[in-house]
Nanobody, 118 residues
């Protein structure tokens, strides 16, 4: 079983930066696609950043140029570096892992709150 644990959320002023971490229980990056999602109150959960097992990345248009997803294979951690934060980035951020060979084999972290406010 894959376990995901997010950390790094908090309160930050507009224009500030945060770096979220998702620690995985084992070395999974070679066979799992990893994503960061977020959900604000009253809104649908949305994919904001994605890194495939092979390394390809993509981002939601709303965060392109501001967010970067990366993996540390030695530490079993996937990061979301967030810069130039805006109030509309406020949400609970979730880490997600989906196996390359089985879309039904997926895992979610518990989430970490990011609040962007003056």
């Amino acid at each position: 079983q894959v376990q995901l644990v997010e950390s790094g959320g908090g309160l930050v002023q507009p224009g500030g930066s945060l770096k979220l971490s998702c620690t995985t229980s084992t070395n999974i990056f070679s066979v799992y696609n990893m994503g960061w999602y977020r959900q604000a109150p009253g809104k649908q959960r949305e994919l904001v950043a994605f890194v495939a097992a092979g390394g390809r990345t993509n981002y939601a248009d709303s965060v392109k140029g501001r967010f970067t997803i990366s993996r540390d294979f030695a530490k079993n951690v996937v990061y979301l570096q967030m810069s130039s934060l805006k109030p509309e980035d406020t949400a609970v951020y979730y880490c997600n892992a989906v196996h390359l060979l089985s879309s039904s084999s997926q895992y979610w972290g518990q989430g970490t709150q990011v609040t962007v406010s003056s």
